[in-house]
């Protein structure tokens, strides 16, 4: 239905979905980009293919005998590692808070919607009555305007430019690596590279809280290397990677509409 509903240029919007509503939202958009061993043991193995799947997943925080470990001993863990066969359930649940937290605030089952106190007191008076959340997927199409193709938008104004001083164009070529630790987790890490024996060179890995990939590690390498540029050089960056890239020109409307900028 989502995917036809994409096809023909119709949005799905709803200003306060039900808990319903948010557990039936497919979490994985495109499994392409979320082919690392988490994801695909959560669809292989757990059957998580909605948010309310994920959800299942998480039930286990609640329970005081959980362990944040692989080898957990707690009921949800065993049974999983019995019966799924999954190696590692502490990254399979960190995988599952991580897709959770990158869906929009209102769509997140973990987050509760805020309550207006003057909602009750106008709906009582019959001056204002809230509307009803939307609690199934066919409910929440909307046809507002005529939505226009990409390639027709209207063409903003071009942004400001700082004009580089002659002579003072950088380029930096990025690295990326992934590897496994002592315990079988996988870190992930970048580098900046500005030339032979540079002070400038840097090595970096990737905060814990986020996924450990080497997309993720090429996107935290770029930015620092944009954050460290001054802002009347010209930058120029050589990756293997087309991560940032792809972020910066296909999906960059996606991601603005996402809070990412």
Not at 106 to 130: H, I, Q, Y
Not at 192 to 203: A, H, L, Q, R
């Amino acid at each position: 239905m989502l995917k036809n509903a994409a096809k023909y240029g119709v949005d799905f919007n709803t200003i306060d979905p039900s808990p319903e509503l948010k557990g039936k939202v497919p979490l994985w958009k495109k499994t392409e980009i979320n082919n690392t061993r988490e994801c695909v043991c959560l669809r292989n193995r757990h059957g998580v293919h909605l948010v309310e799947d994920a959800m299942v997943i998480l039930e286990r925080l609640h329970d005081r005998t959980h362990v944040r470990v692989k080898d957990c001993t707690c009921e949800a863990c065993v049974d999983d590692r019995l019966t799924k066969q999954c190696k590692n359930l502490d990254a399979c649940v960190k995988a599952v808070e991580w897709k959770l937290s990158a869906l929009l605030p209102k769509w997140d089952p973990r987050r509760c919607s805020p309550v207006n106190p003057r909602d009750a007191e106008n709906e009582a008076s019959g001056t204002f009555k809230p509307p009803t959340p939307v609690t199934s997927l066919t409910e929440g199409f909307r046809v507002l305007t005529r939505k226009l193709h990409p390639k027709i938008r209207t063409q903003s104004a071009a942004p400001t430019r700082h004009h580089s001083t002659p002579g003072t164009d950088q380029t930096v070529f990025i690295g990326t690596a992934t590897a496994r630790d002592g315990e079988g987790k996988v870190i992930a890490g970048g580098s900046i590279w500005y030339g032979p024996d540079n002070e400038k060179n840097v090595v970096l890995r990737v905060p814990e809280d986020q996924m450990q990939t080497a997309r993720t590690a090429d996107i935290c390498s770029t930015l620092l290397a944009v954050q460290k540029a001054p802002r009347n050089q010209t930058l120029k960056i050589v990756n293997s990677k087309n991560t940032a890239r792809i972020a910066m020109t296909r999906d960059l409307e996606k991601l603005e509409d996402r809070g990412w900028v």
